[in-house]
């Protein structure tokens, strides 16, 4: 029950964070419930917002115990039943298509799919309702994004899986007979983000969507920088992280000065390789870059500036929105002069588009050719 308040709070609360609760539960000092308090804020709170209201969110879960409310099955209680022909795909529908899975609901509107026609709308045209039921998704997305695992494995106290190799070793010191046994687990991948945002006048349409992705990862990732641009570059992840999503977008819209102005990619590039102060980018960096790639600055000096991230970076992910259109063709001088330094220029302009291209944080770097 705690799990699922917090969750309705924001509270990205999984497996891996209800494992760690109950886990909590079994030591005595934990009955009392200011060291309760104290040890699900560690656990829970990812961000300085929710780090800050956690106190007031937790006192509010018991206030609502005590009075013997439930408030998501009290909301469900008051609800009224969908109709049969209600064209809007329910969030469970939307979860079972991101992991594959075929459900009653997808099954039952074979002639004529909601969910379907949800997945591949495009992002500048959806609705304020449409934009809140994704933007629930976007954060299973990011988190499991955020608990990728290596193929690397690290000694584990949880017997899960036998290492038989560290089994051995371990039993050869003793002679060779089977008197220990070792486990092991698959290392996480503890991956930076680095996500760069074009905000101006071409991108008008689709900021709004690419904020709520933005603001999934800054929510799903503890080393995540988020900058936007247009004709300067913002550090911006002071905001996503202090504010919910709505006043955070405001905020962002009112303090950057060339919002929906226009773009000048690579004088915004050298400042974001100039000003990022303690923000280190390294071989576990991965760098996505937002944009249409229209752009009214220099190519060569983009091109100098998307050769330094390249080289620094893990790899670097460019999500175009236009990409998606099947008469695209990257002919505009910016994105000619960046290409060579992208590991994989990817459309994301839908859903689906978006699905595929979170895949490609998994997929190793290219050999970069020129």
Known sequence: MLCRFLRDQGYLVGV??????????????????HNMRLALKVAVAKNEFQFKHFDDDFD??????AKGVDSKIKHQANRTPKKQNDKTPSLDALKSWLYNQETTEELSIARFSPLETLTKKDFSSMDEE??????????RITRQMANQKS?????SKKKLQVDLRQTI?????????????????????????VIIADVSKSMELYSRFFIHLIYAFQNAYDRINTWVFSTAVHNVSSLLNNY????????????????????????????????????????KTIVFIISDGWDTGEPDVLSHEMSVIHKRSRKVIWLNPLAGNPNFSPEVSGLKAALP????????????????????????RRKLTR
């Not at 449409?130 to 954060?139: A, V």
């Not at 590039?269 to 990022?276: A, H, K, P």
């Not at 330094?341 to 190793?364: F, G, Q, T, V, W």
Request: hydrophobic share 35%.
């Open 169 to 193: 070793r371990a039993n050869m010191r003793a002679g060779g007979d089977l008197q220990y046994i070792r486990y092991s687990q698959k290392k996480e991948k503890r991956l930076k983000l």
């Open 60 to 65: 509010e879960f018991w206030n609502q115990l």
């Open 341 to 364: 330094y992208i590991d994989a220029h990817i459309p994301c302009h839908n859903l689906e588009s978006l699905k595929n291209a979170m895949s490609y944080m998994k997929h190793r």
């Open 130 to 139: 449409e934009l809140r039921l994704i933007s629930q998704l976007l954060k």
């Open 16 to 33: 891996k964070e209800e494992a760690e609760i109950l886990n909590l539960l079994d030591y005595e000092i934990i009955k009392d419930r």
């Open 151 to 155: 193929r690397l494995r690290v000694r």
């Open 244 to 283: 919910e999503f709505e006043q955070a977008y405001k905020l962002i819209a009112e303090r950057v000065p060339q919002w929906s102005g226009g773009t000048k990619t690579g004088a915004c590039l050298e400042m974001f390789n100039q000003q990022r102060r303690g923000w280190t980018i390294d071989k």
